[in-house]
């Protein structure tokens, strides 16, 4: 009952915001067999390098979704959403806790938000934490699930996701991080890249490493790795090599293949 009065709150708000015009709602149907050019982030990032006086950045290639290591899909699913292929947009546990926990700290910084309104926020909207972000985010989250397959959403998130500054893209992220293509990925390599979606621009070592470690131990309990590979990865460098990441896409390098979807 309690679940079912929220989603009616959550809707007749909803409505309200469409009504007043809050934001233009974007055809996302054309997603279906399109890949976007760019996003809302990737020009807000441009922007912010052309405040500084300098030459935007974008590095990104997309990869179809076959050609992104399963071992990735996974680790972003037990560490952003793991009931991505249950729900139709929203979680509205996860939700509605974000909007409990902050109405307790009068502030707006849990986010609950899944994969799909992660993408809308992305290609359509921007990070801030207004309120009336939030709900145009589900808006557009509902009008992705309705228009495009879970498929196809999760093929978007993993090519336009922030991997840190002008790195955009699994397949961007896997050759700056670890000089290899994304689809060649471990599960370890997955869940360092993972781990470092919540906080792309500005990661601290300490931070990715209990989260790395984290997201391993999910992997573990749901059987994708073994407890003995589990002991073996905690003990691992957070790039395998003991090295810095190392750069493998020239900087310079343009967002590439957004013509048709195959």
Partial sequence: ???????????????G???????????VTV???????????MDLRDGEYRKKGQKPVRRQ???PYDR???????????????????HRGIDYFELKEAIKKDWEKKEFKRGGSTITMQLARNLYLSPSKNPLRKLAEIVIAWQLEHALSKRRIFELYLNVIEWGPGIYGAEAASR???AKPASQLSPIEAATLAAILPNP???????????????LA???SVGHISDDDLELARKRPLFGRGEEPRDSVPASEPVVDSALYP
């Fill in 61 to 63: 290639i997309w990869a």
């Fill in 201 to 215: 621009r500005n990661p601290r070592e300490k931070g990715l490493i209990y989260r790395r470690n984290l997201i």
């Fill in 176 to 178: 700056h991080y670890f």
């Fill in 1 to 15: 009952m309690k679940r079912l009065l929220f989603k009616s709150l959550l809707i007749s708000v909803l409505a």
């Fill in 17 to 27: 915001i469409a009504l007043y015009g809050y934001v233009s709602w974007p055809d």
């Fill in 218 to 220: 999910r992997l573990a």
């Fill in 31 to 41: 997603l279906k067999r399109k890949n976007p050019a760019t996003t809302a982030l």
């Fill in 68 to 86: 992104i290591s399963d071992n990735l899909k996974k680790a972003i699913l037990v560490s952003e959403d793991a009931a991505f292929f249950g």
